[in-house]
């Protein structure tokens, strides 16, 4: 994954570039040479933030196809069955 590094001036003159690099790794974009913004592409955001597909996502898919959806654990929901009962 390759990170690219533009300041604030080149970000603002091509928008473009800067999205096409994001598909390649992260952008940092700097003010003033110092680093103040990153630009990732929206899945590589979801990836930082521990997100996959959603159920909803998934369903909502126009071509067919596997996926892996695998959902959080809940804690608590439930309790063991009492058996001497």
Avoid: C
Avoid at 22 to 44: C, E, F, Q, W
Avoid at 49 to 60: E, H, P, Q, V
Avoid at 70 to 77: A, F, K
């Amino acid at each position: 994954m390759a990170t690219t590094t533009l300041s604030s001036r080149d970000f603002n003159q091509d928008t473009g570039r800067a999205k096409q690099a994001a598909r390649k790794g992260p952008v940092v974009i700097t003010d003033r040479g110092r680093p103040s913004h990153v630009l990732l592409t929206y899945g590589d955001y979801e990836k930082l933030l521990g997100r996959g597909t959603s159920l909803l996502d998934a369903i909502a898919q126009q071509e067919g196809g596997d996926f892996h959806f695998d959902p959080p654990r809940v804690e608590g929901l439930s309790k063991p069955a009492d058996l001497d009962a």
